[in-house]
């Protein structure tokens, strides 16, 4: 917002180019596009926030001991705020984190990324040169089921993302929102928006998976994001607290 606001000092923007011959289009940011591209950081993130934390739930009741050590980890801290859930509060829960990156590492939502190559580009140790202005499609799902940098990448393990295994793997290993100066704008929102919903349910309830729950997931190729076909289905548990 902070950058919608500075560009529009500037009166009348011109896009970027998606190609070298295209003709700039220039654009007045009135408040009924601010508004808008306001309201897409909700609706973009709506079904990617949602997936995700299905797929968190689904793995937590598949495996009751990660489940039992995060709400430990949620009860410990919501008790030291005084149950009231903001930045800080949600800074200091780090294997909340570990969970949340390992359910993206494992289920990225938005696949597969494309990006135009700015120039060309040898491929080391092969004869393949990308050309200037080629789209390259890459797989975040297949990079980040790569045993070289997952061991064991079909298990659900957040200890993945514990502070000794991220700082011994490549930064790009991990892309479920891009990387560099055209990943996802609305990532932090996104991550903060998902972890206030978990925190508040998993306060209250657990997951446990039912007769209905697929031991394994088969996907459908033909949704924009990544989801199971039939659908998850789990036990919600009230907790006694």
């Known amino acids: 917002m902070d950058l ?19 003709h700039l289009k220039p654009l007045e940011l009135t408040d009924s596009i601010i508004a808008a591209q306001a309201f897409v950081f909700y ?56 969970v949340f990156d390992e359910t993206l590492r494992k289920y990225p939502v938005a696949d597969p990324m494309q990006r135009n190559a700015k120039v060309d580009y040898k491929i080391p140790g092969t004869d393949i040169t990308i050309k200037q202005g080629q789209t390259i499609i890459i797989s975040s799902w297949g990079i980040q089921h790569d045993p070289q940098y997952y061991p064991n990448p079909d298990k659900f393990d957040p200890e993945h993302f514990s502070p000794e295994n991220e700082k011994n793997r490549h930064s790009c290993a991990y892309l479920p929102f891009g990387a560099g100066p055209r990943n996802c704008i609305g990532m932090r929102f996104a991550k903060l928006q998902s972890e206030v919903c978990i925190v508040k349910f998993l306060s209250k309830f657990r997951v446990e998976s039912s007769k209905k729950t697929q031991k394994d997931l088969q996907f459908d190729p033909m949704r924009l994001f990544a989801f199971p076909v039939g659908g998850i289905y789990l036990n919600l548990i009230r907790r006694h607290v």
């Open 4 to 22: 919608i606001l500075e560009m529009r000092q500037q009166k009348v923007i011109e896009g970027s180019k998606r190609h070298d011959n295209e």
């Open 43 to 98: 609706a973009a993130g709506y079904e990617t926030s949602a997936s995700t934390m299905t797929y968190m739930f689904y793995e937590l009741a598949k495996q009751p001991a990660i489940q039992d050590k995060l709400i430990a980890e949620i009860d410990e801290v919501l008790k030291r705020y005084n149950g009231q859930i903001t930045y800080e509060c949600l800074s200091e829960m780090t294997y909340l984190s570990q």
